[in-house]
């Protein structure tokens, strides 16, 4: 496995990805990480990652010098190579001239890091400080027309330096140099595989729960539903699924739900259909954050309900991923409660349970392989993130039965259309919202009155920041005239054009 010491860049999650994509284990740590932690962790080799700081800053993170001391391939990238050389007695030059973009690599080695490479290779840059003189023992092995070490080694100790981020895809041979650093210099094997996960992970399960029983709340969405099918194959009967329909749910999900974890899986499934009691908790309120509340406690209550009925257990799965493990370095600051986000967070504490999170090591993709190997459906695989509240929160102002079933109607016919487009897993989430906005139509002779729906298309890394998709004119116009034949109570379909940042992406 590899070590990742994080200085603080924004792509260090994409170093950890490029890694593991080679099959090779990898864990993500803060920089400060102590010496005695780094030698019981083992890595077979370090990255040092690239970070916001220059070495001159007074307070410029810096790691424990004994991770040049274990003997151990290392590779410095950006200001890890910057560190790596001052740390190592070379000298950076301070600049506030930054060099960013692309930039053509010229390879002085074709040896070791660049093996398979033939003279050049584009690069993506940005940086600011540049080594002015390498430690003593380093050789320069690539340079570009305004970076005369680009790229340096020290053969002997195995220490790499990269000006560049081979981690970024505008590196486009960066996963070779990747491959070359973690094959050929830190003589790792390609072991991690989903195979393998799901081989260890279930022995750990096991190990872990014993005899014990283990509660596991479903939602319909990918990590909660690998979560499942993962536990379940590790200890069968000993996990009971509780899935709760909220009536907020989209057109046939809860009959799939059940279908799959119960008829096709086998899984010990409560389902509870509280529909009814949703409805009435939400009657007559409009405002989205008292909406969000009144959700996010009923589930609560609901869940531990049902859980009083299973008898005793003695764990709560849930499916956290890596991202939200990771000790980032990067400060994210405190920031304002935008929307309050309903998830099973408040459960543990509240019930007292241990907590089973068998792909917290994993980032969302490597999720969806797992759900692969494991035989689950595309469908489930590829779903586009749905929030916790459902469609309360894409039905504008107060709720009705009545509403809520247009606009079911008319989403499924977003979801379809945009999947027979082929653009389905493109995109992060596509769906329609109902407005509280009635307007005037003609239909045939008469004329109508009758309610708007949004449609959102939006493209995302992490929900953080999202943009619309320019979906084609065609594929506008079909989902428009689709709904307004087919769903009864709309006349008119509008397309959100706004960017998250200052949009949201759901709309309350
Ligand atoms: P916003 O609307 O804040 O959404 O731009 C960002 C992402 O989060 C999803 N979302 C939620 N997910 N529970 C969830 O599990 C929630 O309460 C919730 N609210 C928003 C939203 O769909 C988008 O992907």
Redesign the pocket.
Same mark, same amino acid.
């Given at each position: 496995k590899i070590l990742i010491l994080d200085f603080g860049s924004q792509v260090t999650q994409l170093i950890a990805r490029r890694v593991r994509e080679q099959s090779i284990y990898c864990e993500i740590h803060p920089y400060s990480m102590s010496f005695e932690k780094i030698k019981e962790f083992a890595p077979k080799g370090i990255i040092l990652s690239g970070g916001p700081s220059s070495v001159y800053d007074k307070d410029a993170p810096h790691s424990d010098l004994g991770v040049f001391d274990l003997g151990l391939p290392v590779l410095g990238i950006c200001y890890g190579m910057q560190l790596m050389t001052q740390q190592l007695g070379g000298k950076v030059e301070r600049s506030d001239k930054r060099e960013f973009g692309g930039s053509s690599l010229q390879l002085d080695d074709v040896s070791d890091l660049f093996a398979g490479f033939d003279g050049a290779a584009d690069v993506w840059m940005s940086h600011g400080d540049r080594i002015e003189e390498m430690p003593a023992g380093f050789q320069v092995i690539a340079h570009t027309e305004h970076c005369p070490v680009a790229a340096m080694k020290d053969e002997k100790r195995h220490f790499y330096g990269v000006q560049f981020h081979p981690e970024v895809v505008h590196t486009p041979r960066g996963d070779e140099m990747f491959g070359n650093f973690l094959f050929n210099i830190c003589g790792c094997e390609p072991t991690w595989t989903m195979a393998n996960f799901i081989e260890t992970e279930i022995e750990s399960i096991r190990r872990k729960v014993g005899t014990g029983r283990v509660l596991c709340a479903l939602s319909g969405g990918v990590d909660s539903s690998v979560v499942a099918v993962l536990i379940h194959k590790a200890i069968g009967d000993q996990l009971h699924c509780v899935f709760v329909n909220n009536g907020l749910l989209r057109k046939g999900e809860a009959e799939k739900v059940v279908n799959l974890f119960s008829k096709h899986f086998r899984i010990n499934l409560d389902y509870v259909d509280a529909s009814d009691r949703f409805l009435e908790k939400l009657s007559g309120v409009s405002d989205p954050e008292t909406k969000?509340k009144i959700i996010g406690n009923e589930f609560i209550y609901l869940f531990e309900e049902e859980a009083k009925k299973i008898g005793k257990v003695d764990y709560l799965a849930q499916g956290t991923l890596y991202p939200d493990v990771i000790e980032s370095v990067s400060t994210k600051g405190p920031s304002a409660v $935008? @929307?309050s #986000? #309903?998830?099973v967070g408040g459960l543990p504490e509240k019930m007292n349970l241990k907590l089973l999170e068998p792909v917290r090591e994993l980032f969302k993709d490597e999720v969806r392989l797992l759900g692969k190997e494991l035989g689950m459906p595309d469908e489930v695989i590829y779903r586009q =993130?749905? =929030? +916790? =509240?459902g469609l309360a $929160?894409r039905c504008i102002g107060e709720l009705s039965r009545e509403n809520l079933d247009i606009l079911r109607e008319a989403d499924a016919i977003v979801i379809d259309e945009i999947r027979k487009a082929g653009l389905y897993r493109e995109i992060w989430?596509s769906f329609a919202v109902l407005l509280p906005v009635k307007t005037v139509g003609v239909m045939g002779d008469a004329r109508t009155y009758e309610n708007t729906v949004a449609l959102r298309a939006v493209n995302s890394l992490d +929900?953080m920041t999202?943009d619309w998709v320019k979906l084609p004119y065609e594929l506008l116009g079909s989902i428009s005239s689709r709904i307004i034949n087919e769903v009864k109570g709309v006349n008119r379909v509008v397309y959100d054009i706004s960017q @998250?940042p200052p949009a949201? $992406?759901?709309w309350e």
């Open positions: 969000r $935008i @929307k #986000h #309903h998830n =993130p749905f =929030p +916790g =509240p $929160i989430q +929900g999202a @998250k949201t $992406i759901e």
